[in-house]
């Protein structure tokens, strides 16, 4: 495996749509996939209600890894970005509704008014308008202490 270079890490992080995220709690680890938006230079998730474990566990220990990959099923081509960090519960609306703007750019379908397919706890929420959902969703940035970035591409 190669290392990626700042600028892959960055191009790859800004494309990809699930990270992995990565708490622990009194010596007992928990991975959860979650969308998420890359920006300023910090992972940005967001929990729906902001309660249930990954809040909890979030609030007892703020120090978390993010992981996020790609890969072909024969695994000849492969990409990974590890990021350890610390986890904070953002409260300034002006950066809710920027990274809901971006969430919905990058996910269309978490545009406000598209309730689709979600998780029944999700639809109400997604029946708001863009500053409405800012003030009900829990939203963590998480910036990093480290990043790492390998990749590997055997396809010829």
């Avoid at 270079?5 to 010596?27: H, K, M, N, S, Y």
């Avoid at 809710?96 to 978490?110: G, H, I, N, W």
């Avoid at 829990?138 to 010829?156: C, F, H, L, M, Q």
Wanted: hydrophobic share 35%; net charge neutral; aromatic share 8%.
């Amino acid at each position: 495996m190669d290392e990626m270079t700042p600028q892959e890490i960055e191009e790859f992080l800004e494309d990809e749509v699930t990270c992995r995220l990565g708490v622990a709690v009194d010596g007992t680890p928990y991975v959860v996939p979650l969308s998420y938006v890359y920006m300023d230079g910090a992972v940005y998730i967001h929990l729906v209600g902001g309660h249930g474990k990954k809040a909890e566990w979030i609030e007892k220990n703020p120090n978390v890894c993010v992981e996020i990959d790609a890969y072909t099923k024969d695994h000849l081509y492969r990409k990974s970005v590890i990021i350890n960090g610390r986890a904070e519960r953002v409260t300034d609306k002006k950066t809710l509704v920027e990274f809901l703007t971006r969430l919905a750019s990058k996910y269309p379908d978490f545009s406000p008014g598209k309730v689709g397919k979600h998780p029944a706890v999700a639809r109400p929420f997604l029946k708001l308008s863009m500053p409405l959902m800012a003030e009900r969703i829990t939203v963590y940035k998480v910036t990093p202490s480290a990043i790492t970035g390998r990749k590997n591409d055997d396809r010829k």
